[in-house]
């Protein structure tokens, strides 16, 4: 039998119809046939503009985070070891910085990791995420301690889709900002990323493409799912926190959602009672403490006001010594993290398992029928 050409109708069938793309975009940003606009972007979907001048090389097939071609040589460079990945270790960290801490999401270690590392010509940039609102944010290279502190925190609701249209996606789409350099570029960037985003990343680097060489350090989210803020869920939202979205001043995600409203009340709602504002395909992922990455960072388990970080190799660890002794950050102890940061991880791979199983077998039901 001769087996079908990769390429994007293999995208299409395997992860796009089952309903269990990440949303990425990484087909769309690095199709090799790009300068042809072969591939767009329609209600939050990757789609064919012009199937006929599709290379159908595969590369779109093989850097999606959820095709699994690639995974024997993502697990032999970079370990697996149980839901969390391999790591060195564990640590609760926050920032040194009175501003950072003001504005950051947890503990203000990603600005000020990102700070000493712009300070000390380890990179020249870091691409990250802009809060326009706080429902909507927007990928930014940021190359100041200005634009850190525009980015700082966390955005949690949509962001525009890469291409402008208007369209909804659940979180900043920064692989387009990688997306504009090229070859000759030999600039040194930091990305700050979600898990799917993170292992396309790893994939494009595995297969030489450009521009992942400039890549030189990933810092990987926590994260449980994203969220989608269409009318109903907006409805539903306001209806759980018993206020109109509005009144919100910060969202924040560790083992739950916690909602802070302006007049000081706080709402602290399930993950698993979100359902009308998480996005659907974020329910097929089995990666929450971002198993790729350099290391990977989230809020659960340490102290109010630090971050957890799980540093996945040595020269991320001696990274992180040397800004702690240039006193940018600073470290407490803090116990049972990894017990905590395991749980959710299981809780997660269960459920992406379980969805997983489920769509491909219902895909496979209406193409029989
Ligand atoms: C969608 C999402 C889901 C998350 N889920 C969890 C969770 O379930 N449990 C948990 O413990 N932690 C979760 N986190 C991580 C947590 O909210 C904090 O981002 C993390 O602890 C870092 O805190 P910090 O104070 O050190 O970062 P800061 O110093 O505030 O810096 C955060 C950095 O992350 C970048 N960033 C923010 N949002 C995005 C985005 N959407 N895409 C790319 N970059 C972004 C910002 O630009 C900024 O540079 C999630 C984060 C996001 C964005």
């Known amino acids: 039998m001769v087996k079908e050409r990769l390429s994007f109708r293999s995208l299409n069938k395997e992860v796009i119809d089952p309903g269990i793309c990440a949303a990425c975009y990484g087909c769309v940003s690095f ?31 093989l850097i999606c985070p959820r095709t699994a071609d690639l995974d024997k040589t993502i697990e032999t460079r970079f370990g697996s070891r149980g839901p969390v990945g391999s790591f060195v270790s564990v640590r609760s960290l926050r920032t040194t910085n009175k501003g950072i801490a003001k ?122 799912e994203n969220f989608l803020m269409h009318g109903n869920g907006r409805k539903y939202l306001a209806g759980k926190i018993g206020a109109d979205l509005d009144q919100i001043e910060r969202i924040n995600l560790k083992d739950d959602f916690t909602v802070k409203l302006k007049d000081g009340r706080v709402s602290h709602i399930d993950l698993d009672d979100l359902g009308p504002i998480v996005r659907s ?47 940018y950050i600073e470290e407490t102890e803090a116990k049972g993290i990894i017990e905590k940061i395991s749980k959710m991880a299981e809780r997660k791979r269960q459920r992406g398992l379980r969805v997983l199983a489920d769509r491909k077998a219902a895909a496979s039901r209406s193409k029989r029928a």
Not at 37 to 43: A, D, G, M, Q, S
Not at 47 to 59: M, P, S, T
Not at 315 to 323: G, T
């Open 281 to 327: 395909e974020c329910l097929a992922c089995t990666d929450f403490s971002n198993n790729v990455a350099d290391i990977s960072v989230g809020g659960i388990g340490s102290p109010e006001g630090y971050t957890t970080v799980i540093v996945r190799n040595i020269a991320a660890q001696k990274l992180i010594n040397q800004a702690i002794s240039q006193g």
């Open 103 to 224: 504005v950051a999401c947890d503990g203000g270690f990603v600005t000020s990791l990102l700070k000493f590392m712009l300070d000390t010509k380890k990179i020249d940039g870091a691409v990250l995420s802009r809060k326009a609102t706080l429902w909507n944010n927007e990928p930014m290279i940021a190359t100041t301690m200005e634009d850190l502190l525009k980015c700082a925190g966390s955005s949690l609701a949509q962001s525009k889709s890469i291409r402008d249209l208007g369209d909804l996606t659940t979180y900043a789409p920064i692989l387009s900002a990688l997306k504009e350099r090229n070859l000759l570029d030999q600039s040194k960037l930091a990305v700050v990323g979600t898990p799917c985003q993170t292992l396309t990343i790893r994939k494009m680097q595995m297969l030489h493409i450009v521009p992942s060489h400039i890549v030189q350090f990933v810092i990987g989210l926590f994260c449980f």
């Open 31 to 61: 199709c090799s046939a790009n300068e042809l606009n072969v591939l767009t972007i329609e209600k939050d979907k990757p789609v064919y503009r012009d199937e006929d001048k599709c290379l159908e090389d595969g590369i779109c097939y």
